[in-house]
């Protein structure tokens, strides 16, 4: 499993439309092969929003990347007037993933 972290540095004051954004999206992403998962995340001091996709393989995100559903994805509705830069995205392999026992409580 490999994560893709792509870095937003927003504007003063746009996280939490880049955010909504996201929120709203009904992309396709969901339903891609070898999609995992993604978070949206906005950091404390709102300067910066990070996405984070998790994919079966580099080959499953490469193959997302290429695809028409990507182009259509990123085509609308843009966002480049809410940011301060250009996003910066970064690749890693899961090496190791833990989470939360299925049946301990939530506190």
């Known amino acids: 499993m490999i994560a893709i972290f ?6 003063e004051g746009a996280a939490d439309e880049i955010v909504e954004r996201f929120a709203e999206s009904r992309g396709s992403v969901q339903g891609f092969p070898g999609f ?5 995340l906005r ?3 709102a300067e910066e929003v990070l ?3 998790r994919w079966e393989s580099r080959e499953a ?3 997302w990347v290429a695809s028409d559903e990507f182009k259509k994805a ?6 480049g007037d809410l940011l ?3 996003p910066r995205m970064s ?13 301990e409580p939530v506190s």
């Open 6 to 11: 792509n870095s937003l540095p927003v504007k």
């Open 36 to 40: 995992v998962s993604m978070e949206v």
């Open 43 to 45: 950091s404390e001091g």
């Open 51 to 53: 996405v984070v996709t």
């Open 61 to 63: 995100f490469d193959a």
């Open 74 to 79: 990123h085509g609308r509705g843009g966002g």
């Open 84 to 86: 301060r830069g250009h």
């Open 91 to 103: 690749a890693y392999e899961v090496a190791v993933e833990r989470g939360r026992p299925i049946d």
